[in-house]
């Protein structure tokens, strides 16, 4: 039976999550609301008022909590970690805050899954502790999402791997003691057997970041912080390998099925945060005699905004509640995937669409930086490429629904009436007789 409901303790912790989170890491947005500000590990100003708030997130046992019991976490299941994230989700200090934060929640997922043990004490264990961040080095210029392209290669010299080739959108590359980079090793093998994955510090000689790329809601275009990085024949010991040789992309995919579903709850989070926005707009405002909320189209817009984001936390909470079944062993493994891509897809439109209706609600300074909705908007679109591009997951997902239908067996569809109510008197041939 699906259910979504929690214990009162911890309910209780819920509850002073929300608190914390409200007057603590939203003080944090005020105070520090550079983008990318809490990954830079220089910003000193920052991290003297990040760290007590740390400690006592950790004092709570509130910290890392993404991690499973059998990697070192509590090991509360993905529907409770989905109603943390939902909570995290209100401010963009908040992950960091407590020690949740993309990408090194997945980074550290798989150190911890596929690391040996020097390579858990030299990277695990700082990153977990919040001391460092990291950097997932995938994508790449001219591969995009598609992996069958990547050309950025690593091949075996004596005892060290020589990587060589280009990455594109590495995020946090300029902040990171470490990338996680993915190259081909063995060319000639099947696509999901093409790849390893490497744990690279980043001060190895021959790393070049080519740029810092900014996006839409960045403050600075010359310095954002997703890299354009050229590897110049990059050398690093054998046992620098993380997982198999050809396993890059097995160790890829442990990284994102829970963070998607994380990520998506952060959205909802946001998105309850632009809801309360705009009911407080619409009942505080009077145009042409009454409040905008006494408008019928601004309750439409509020009607849709709220339908649309409930739909979406069911969602949401139901794939976080299908993983923990396959943990518990009652649901076969694999059977999540559908949901977990329906969760990726929804997660940009829905987001788009309250942000944008909230934003509508307060006009001009709805669109004005006094808000943060505008800045919210404005990065809708990367929710909709990060981890993927929406149309591959969309038709990804169509794809798996396709394969269940047989094709109709005559000329017209199995749900023709004629042909079905033909059949049907064929059986009772006086059903219709008075
Ligand atoms: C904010 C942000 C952070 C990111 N961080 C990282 C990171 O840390 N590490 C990293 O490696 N990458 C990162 N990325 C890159 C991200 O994974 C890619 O943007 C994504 O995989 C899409 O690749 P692309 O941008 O080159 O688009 P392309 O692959 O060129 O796709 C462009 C368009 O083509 C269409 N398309 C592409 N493929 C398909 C398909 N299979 N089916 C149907 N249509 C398709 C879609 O319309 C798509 O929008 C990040 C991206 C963003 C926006």
């Not at 509130?62 to 401010?91: D, F, S, T």
């Not at 310095?223 to 050398?235: D, E, L």
């Amino acid at each position: 039976m699906i259910d979504f409901s929690v214990e009162p303790e911890f309910q209780a912790k819920l509850d002073w999550m929300d608190q914390f989170v409200r007057t603590e890491c939203e003080t944090m947005d005020l105070l520090f609301p550079e983008q990318g500000a809490q990954f830079d590990p220089g910003y000193t100003a920052a991290k003297r008022h990040l760290k007590p708030l740390q400690e006592e997130v950790k004092r709570q046992g509130l910290w890392a909590c993404h991690l499973g019991p059998h990697l070192g976490g509590p090991g509360y299941g993905q529907v409770k970690l989905a109603l943390m994230n939902e909570i995290l989700g209100r401010a963009q200090w908040a992950p960091t805050v407590f020690g949740t934060a993309a990408p090194d929640t997945g980074n550290a997922e798989i150190l911890a899954l596929f690391g040996t043990p020097e390579q858990k004490q030299r990277y695990l264990g700082p990153l977990m502790d919040g001391e460092i961040v990291s950097c997932f080095s995938m994508t790449e210029p001219q591969g995009g999402s598609d992996p069958d392209v990547f050309t950025c290669s690593a091949t075996l010299d004596g005892d060290e791997w020589v990587i060589e080739g280009e990455k594109w959108f590495s995020s946090n590359a300029k902040f990171a003691s470490f990338l996680l980079v993915i190259a081909v090793t063995d060319a000639d093998a099947p696509l999901t057997e093409r790849m390893s994955m490497f744990v690279v510090p980043t001060e190895t000689p021959g790393i070049e970041i080519v740029r810092n790329v900014a996006i839409a809601g960045d403050f600075d275009p010359e310095n954002g912080h997703h890299a354009h990085i050229r590897y110049n024949k990059v050398r690093v010991p054998r046992d620098h390998m993380l997982g198999e040789r050809g396993g890059g992309f097995k160790v890829a995919q442990a990284r994102l099925g829970g963070g998607r579903i994380h990520h998506a709850m952060r959205t909802v989070g946001m998105c309850n945060r632009a809801l309360d926005m705009m009911l407080e707009r619409a009942v505080s405002r009077t145009t042409k005699g009454k409040m905008l909320g006494e408008h019928q189209m601004v309750q439409e817009k509020i009607a849709d905004a709220v339908i649309e984001l409930e739909q979406f936390r069911l969602l949401v909470l139901k794939t976080a509640w299908m993983i923990d079944e396959v943990e518990a062993g009652r649901m076969k493994h694999g059977a999540p995937r559908k949901h977990i891509g329906m969760c990726k897809v929804a997660m940009a439109s829905v987001y788009a669409s309250v942000v944008g209706k909230a934003l509508e609600i307060h006009g001009s300074l709805g669109i004005s930086l006094d808000m943060p909705l505008a800045k919210w908007y404005g990065g809708h679109m990367s929710l909709a490429f990060a981890d993927g591009p929406t149309d591959a997951h969309k038709s990804q997902l169509a794809r798996a629904y396709l394969k269940r239908p047989k094709p109709a067996e005559g000329m017209f569809p199995s749900e023709h009436i004629p042909t079905r109510t033909a059949a049907a008197l064929a059986r009772y041939p006086h059903a219709r007789e008075s």
